[in-house]
């Protein structure tokens, strides 16, 4: 059987049923229970004890720590097991505590994902149900409908007017139509049209197909094996590219520095242990813990705040996010959809115009939608019996939902759509006196209505219908029909929106909505939002524009109109050119733009196949809300960057003065377990840095990957702080003439100190005393501290190769220090000052200067004003 599911395409139904065990009825639940308990996962994934294993080993994968990790059991062979035991219980202690960490914010990702798990409609035991998408096994019946998100390779049963995206495996984005059959073996995937695909998702129509393969037997599992890493954001690639570039400096000084203690005939296996000591110090090992528990954190603050994060590396991209495009419905307005009238062509209120669309939106099978629900609750004078008897179902070329219906006397087929397309397949109109007339001496009229109805306001919808001789229907009956009248909907703009597109201006996010509703539509939400002259562009206008033009009239338009779903995703492109773009959608129409935005954003009752495109998941469709999110995703970067400067900045210092007195000095600077215990006990403290406090300042720009920054950041500070060790140097060797231990324990005490202080320095680009640091921040670095003073008076610091330092010498070490902070302080807010021109703008320094963005605020402020 398993050639043969690999082929399945090739045979009927009847042969599946047999082999799966299965019946049109679906599976029992006892039956399918058994099943997924065969699975090698059993519907769950991989363990947690492998999982946490894994990420355990990851801790230890630099070269680097296992190098010194084996430099230091060769010395616990040459006889100095102290030593080599202190240097590996201080590595694992170090690794133990970012694996913890790391843990601990992989569990946040999981409870994240558990909160968005896509379900699919089966058949159990005879009736539908609803489960998650990974309990689906072969022998499954799914039920399917416009929206769904395919869980599984299945066989069609059948189906009614289905078309299918299969984008992701075959690269063609226009919808494929699907229906039941078979078809050869050696017939090409993209023709395979009695067949749906794991990841692919239906467009229109509704279907019941078998389930054949699940997992990493389908063909998308089969490609997600060879392609499992999700790209790399702006951010991760700088991240990598800079720790790369930190890795090289570092190897090039810990080979310099090993060499020429080996030419100073200082011993092999000493020298050996210093120089991989001091590498592991400079070496950002911390930098995939702080950005993973960074994101993770800022994920929980996000779920607070009803977002929920689908991805953890599209944070940093959320906080980068200057132009937010959205439909007006739901953010916008306020979502809640009623009917305002039904009336017929020549505007008179029409209980036969209400009667059709009740009929029509009562019957409908697709994915449901705000209007059809309003259209449903509508009260009917006399509850006829009508029954369904076909559908053609809505998509997005027609653009209008076909429904057959018998009653006692007739068969009636209604559709209801978009006016143009409507208006198209009509060749008679309904008049007020229940008689009908050529369309043509009307035409104009009711295109006249139709644009008074939109200039008020309200979105338009057309019915028509026709008497129906037959009973089964398809897309020909739309044809020869009579226009019946206008569906009015009323959807109100929000109340706060002016006050939540201040609070976006004020985070500097522009905002473009991108609707398919008419333009008049569009210049009526335009003007009740302040804007007396609004940039519209419609969808016609879109295709005679030049890919060359379109960024620059995009930029400039407030309203995208009439638009077409594959012009979303053109448009977006477009302003890519001059934004960070944040797209938000929730409809089929919408995957292709959400896909193609830096950041995709859905909401939580969207269709499946949007909320699995986006990166961000809205528990509430709000502006406000998403604002608060752009604002975690700022502090989440602006956390992460904390401890990028702290170890560009001091550590990078420190570590490379360590390196210099080693050559000038007949002892080492600093004992190899000691340089370990400078980076473990720095390690607490540095781990906070994800859920510290940020400016409010800092917030209210997007915050970006900056290496020429970064780079100049670290030759300033790096100087300074080994201007400050040199200070350190000459003190203790020079003036005060300490031998080896009391020297090693002055330099372990300063360096510590003073890479707590330039935590505390950098973590603000104001004075540090005006801004607030993070309590746990604060009590880590301030137990850190304690430590770091008391210990050389402990039992502990003979085995250390400490000391205890008479307190003047204590003293001037901590003098030294904080005079490193009051002059690394003055020094940092000099340094952002002059860089402030690059420091966290927007690599498109004009747009915030454009017209459009100038009219949106203000137009606002004309409209607060009146």
Same mark, same amino acid.
């Given at each position: 059987?398993?050639?043969?599911?690999?082929?399945?395409?090739?045979?009927?139904?009847?042969?599946?049923?047999?082999?799966?065990?299965?019946?049109?009825?679906?599976?029992?639940?006892?039956?399918?229970?058994?099943?997924?308990?065969?699975?090698?996962?059993?519907?769950?994934?991989?363990?947690?004890?492998?999982?946490?294993?894994?990420?355990?080993? @990851? =801790?230890?994968?630099?070269?680097? *720590? +296992?190098? !010194?990790?084996?430099?230091?059991?060769?010395? #616990?062979?040459?006889?100095?097991?102290?030593?080599?035991?202190?240097?590996?219980?201080?590595?694992?202690?170090?690794?133990?505590?970012?694996?913890?960490?790391?843990?601990?914010?992989?569990?946040?990702?999981?409870?994240?994902?558990?909160?968005?798990?896509?379900?699919?409609?089966?058949?159990?035991?005879?009736?539908?149900?609803?489960?998650?998408? @990974? =309990?689906?096994?072969?022998?499954? *019946? +799914?039920? !399917?409908?416009?929206?769904?998100?395919?869980? #599984?390779?299945?066989?069609?049963?059948?189906?009614?007017?289905?078309?299918?995206?299969?984008?992701?495996?075959?690269?063609?984005?226009?919808?494929v139509s699907k229906e039941a059959g078979v078809v050869a073996r050696d017939t090409p995937l993209a023709k395979r049209a009695n067949c749906l695909w794991e990841g692919s998702s239906i467009v229109s129509g509704n279907a019941r197909a078998l389930v054949i393969r699940t997992g990493a037997d389908t063909l998308f599992g089969n490609l997600r094996k060879s392609a499992e890493a999700s790209p790399e954001s702006a951010f991760e690639k700088g991240i990598r590219d800079f720790g790369f570039f930190l890795l090289k400096v570092t190897l090039t000084l810990t080979l310099f520095i090993l060499l020429v203690n080996l030419f100073n005939e200082k011993g092999v296996i000493e020298s050996a242990l210093f120089a991989l000591a001091l590498s592991v110090?400079?070496?950002?090992?911390?930098?995939?813990?702080?950005?993973?528990?960074?994101?993770?954190?800022?994920?929980?603050?996000?779920?607070?705040?009803?977002?929920?994060?689908?991805?953890?590396?599209?944070?940093?991209?959320?906080?980068?996010?200057?132009?937010?495009?959205?439909?007006?419905?739901?953010?916008?307005?306020?979502?809640?959809?009623?009917?305002?009238?039904?009336?017929?062509?020549?505007?008179?209120?029409?209980?036969?115009?209400?009667?059709?669309?009740?009929?029509?939106?009562?019957?409908?099978?697709?994915?449901?939608?705000?209007?059809?629900?309003?259209?449903?609750?509508?009260?009917?004078p006399s509850e006829e019996v009508v029954?369904?008897?076909?559908?053609?179902?809505?998509?997005?070329?027609?653009?209008?939902?076909?429904?057959?219906?018998?009653?006692?006397?007739?068969?009636?087929?209604?559709?209801?759509?978009?006016?143009?397309?409507?208006?198209?397949?009509?060749?008679?109109?309904?008049?007020?006196?229940?008689?009908?007339?050529?369309?043509?001496?009307?035409r104009q009229a009711l295109i006249d209505r139709y644009d008074q109805y939109g200039s008020n306001g309200m979105r338009v919808l057309a019915l028509a219908y026709k008497r129906l001789t037959h009973a089964e229907i398809t897309r020909a009956d739309e044809s020869e029909m009579v226009f019946a009248g206008f569906i009015l909907v009323s959807d109100p703009v929000k109340r706060d929106i002016l006050e939540t597109i201040e609070t976006l201006k004020r985070l500097s996010i522009d905002l473009k909505i991108i609707t398919g509703d008419s333009q008049n539509v569009a210049r009526a939400i335009a003007v009740q939002l302040g804007i007396r002259q609004p940039e519209i562009l419609t969808g016609k206008q879109l295709e005679a524009i030049s890919p060359e033009a379109l960024p620059l009239l995009a930029r400039k338009t407030h309203i995208f109109a009439e638009v077409e779903p594959q012009q979303k995703e053109r448009i977006i492109l477009a302003l890519k050119k001059f934004y960070t773009v944040a797209y938000m959608g929730d409809g089929i129409n919408d995957v292709s733009a959400l896909r193609a935005a830096d950041v995709g954003i859905s909401v939580e009752n969207a269709v499946d196949v949007a909320r699995e495109a986006a990166d961000f998941v809205l528990m509430e469709q709000n502006l406000m809300v998403l604002a608060e999110g752009v604002e975690e995703g700022r502090k989440t970067f602006a956390n992460t960057m904390k401890y990028i400067y702290i170890n560009t900045g001091s550590t990078f210092g420190n570590m490379f003065s360590v390196s210099v007195a080693s050559l000038m000095l007949p002892f080492l600077p600093m004992l190899p377990k000691q340089i370990l215990l400078v980076n473990f006990l720095t390690s607490f403290p540095f781990l906070t840095v994800s859920a510290d406090n940020v400016d409010e300042e800092q917030l209210m720009r997007p915050g970006r990957w900056n290496i020429r920054l970064l780079r100049r950041f670290m030759?300033?500070?790096?100087?300074?702080?080994?201007?400050?060790?040199?200070?350190?140097?000459?003190?203790?060797?020079?003036?005060?003439?300490?031998?080896?231990?009391?020297?090693?324990?002055?330099?372990?005490?300063?360096?510590?100190?003073?890479?707590?202080?330039?935590?505390?320095?950098?973590?603000?680009?104001?004075?540090?005393?005006?801004?607030?640091?993070?309590?746990?921040?604060?009590?880590?670095?301030?137990?850190?501290?304690?430590?770091?003073?008391?210990?050389?008076?402990?039992?502990?610091?003979?085995?250390?190769?400490?000391?205890?330092?008479?307190?003047?010498?204590?003293?001037?070490?901590?003098?030294?220090?904080?005079?490193?902070?009051?002059?690394?302080?003055?020094?940092?807010?000099?340094?952002?000052?002059?860089?402030?021109?690059?420091?966290?703008?927007?690599?498109?320094?004009?747009?915030?200067?454009?017209?459009?963005?100038?009219?949106?605020?203000?137009?606002?402020a004309t409209h607060a004003r009146r």
């Amino acid at each position: 059987m398993t050639n043969d599911k690999d082929a399945f395409w090739q045979f009927e139904s009847a042969y599946w049923f047999q082999q799966l065990n299965t019946s049109e009825n679906g599976l029992s639940q006892q039956a399918a229970r058994d099943r997924l308990l065969q699975r090698k996962d059993g519907g769950q994934g991989q363990s947690a004890f492998r999982r946490d294993f894994v990420l355990l080993l @990851h =801790q230890f994968k630099s070269p680097l *720590v +296992l190098l !010194l990790m084996g430099a230091s059991i060769i010395s #616990a062979f040459l006889g100095d097991y102290t030593d080599a035991s202190i240097m590996l219980a201080i590595l694992l202690l170090t690794g133990l505590l970012s694996f913890l960490q790391e843990r601990n914010a992989g569990k946040v990702a999981e409870r994240l994902r558990a909160l968005i798990t896509l379900r699919a409609s089966v058949l159990r035991d005879g009736a539908c149900m609803e489960i998650p998408a @990974h =309990q689906v096994v072969p022998g499954d *019946v +799914l039920m !399917l409908k416009a929206g769904d998100l395919l869980p #599984a390779d299945c066989l069609i049963l059948e189906s009614n007017e289905l078309h299918a995206n299969e984008a992701s495996l075959t690269g063609e984005s226009y919808p494929v139509s699907k229906e039941a059959g078979v078809v050869a073996r050696d017939t090409p995937l993209a023709k395979r049209a009695n067949c749906l695909w794991e990841g692919s998702s239906i467009v229109s129509g509704n279907a019941r197909a078998l389930v054949i393969r699940t997992g990493a037997d389908t063909l998308f599992g089969n490609l997600r094996k060879s392609a499992e890493a999700s790209p790399e954001s702006a951010f991760e690639k700088g991240i990598r590219d800079f720790g790369f570039f930190l890795l090289k400096v570092t190897l090039t000084l810990t080979l310099f520095i090993l060499l020429v203690n080996l030419f100073n005939e200082k011993g092999v296996i000493e020298s050996a242990l210093f120089a991989l000591a001091l590498s592991v110090g400079m070496a950002p090992e911390l930098l995939p813990a702080i950005t993973t528990i960074a994101m993770s954190a800022g994920a929980r603050r996000m779920l607070e705040k009803k977002v929920i994060v689908k991805k953890l590396n599209a944070i940093q991209n959320l906080g980068e996010v200057n132009l937010l495009c959205t439909d007006k419905t739901g953010t916008i307005t306020e979502g809640a959809v009623r009917i305002a009238a039904t009336v017929d062509s020549t505007g008179q209120d029409s209980a036969f115009v209400r009667k059709l669309a009740f009929w029509n939106a009562s019957f409908e099978s697709g994915y449901t939608n705000p209007i059809d629900e309003a259209l449903k609750a509508l009260a009917l004078p006399s509850e006829e019996v009508v029954q369904k008897i076909g559908e053609i179902p809505y998509d997005f070329i027609r653009k209008r939902l076909s429904i057959g219906v018998e009653t006692a006397t007739d068969k009636w087929l209604i559709t209801k759509g978009a006016f143009s397309q409507v208006l198209d397949i009509c060749t008679t109109v309904r008049l007020a006196s229940d008689e009908t007339a050529a369309i043509a001496e009307h035409r104009q009229a009711l295109i006249d209505r139709y644009d008074q109805y939109g200039s008020n306001g309200m979105r338009v919808l057309a019915l028509a219908y026709k008497r129906l001789t037959h009973a089964e229907i398809t897309r020909a009956d739309e044809s020869e029909m009579v226009f019946a009248g206008f569906i009015l909907v009323s959807d109100p703009v929000k109340r706060d929106i002016l006050e939540t597109i201040e609070t976006l201006k004020r985070l500097s996010i522009d905002l473009k909505i991108i609707t398919g509703d008419s333009q008049n539509v569009a210049r009526a939400i335009a003007v009740q939002l302040g804007i007396r002259q609004p940039e519209i562009l419609t969808g016609k206008q879109l295709e005679a524009i030049s890919p060359e033009a379109l960024p620059l009239l995009a930029r400039k338009t407030h309203i995208f109109a009439e638009v077409e779903p594959q012009q979303k995703e053109r448009i977006i492109l477009a302003l890519k050119k001059f934004y960070t773009v944040a797209y938000m959608g929730d409809g089929i129409n919408d995957v292709s733009a959400l896909r193609a935005a830096d950041v995709g954003i859905s909401v939580e009752n969207a269709v499946d196949v949007a909320r699995e495109a986006a990166d961000f998941v809205l528990m509430e469709q709000n502006l406000m809300v998403l604002a608060e999110g752009v604002e975690e995703g700022r502090k989440t970067f602006a956390n992460t960057m904390k401890y990028i400067y702290i170890n560009t900045g001091s550590t990078f210092g420190n570590m490379f003065s360590v390196s210099v007195a080693s050559l000038m000095l007949p002892f080492l600077p600093m004992l190899p377990k000691q340089i370990l215990l400078v980076n473990f006990l720095t390690s607490f403290p540095f781990l906070t840095v994800s859920a510290d406090n940020v400016d409010e300042e800092q917030l209210m720009r997007p915050g970006r990957w900056n290496i020429r920054l970064l780079r100049r950041f670290m030759v300033v500070f790096g100087l300074h702080s080994s201007l400050f060790d040199i200070m350190t140097f000459v003190t203790l060797f020079y003036i005060l003439k300490t031998q080896a231990s009391v020297f090693q324990t002055g330099w372990f005490i300063e360096s510590i100190c003073t890479q707590l202080i330039i935590l505390f320095v950098v973590r603000t680009r104001k004075q540090f005393f005006k801004s607030r640091p993070g309590k746990y921040l604060l009590i880590l670095s301030i137990a850190a501290f304690f430590v770091t003073v008391t210990l050389p008076y402990t039992p502990l610091a003979w085995q250390l190769g400490m000391s205890p330092l008479p307190i003047p010498y204590l003293l001037t070490m901590v003098g030294i220090a904080a005079l490193y902070g009051l002059t690394g302080d003055w020094l940092k807010v000099w340094f952002f000052r002059s860089d402030k021109h690059v420091e966290g703008h927007s690599r498109f320094p004009h747009v915030h200067g454009n017209s459009s963005s100038n009219k949106w605020r203000g137009y606002r402020a004309t409209h607060a004003r009146r």
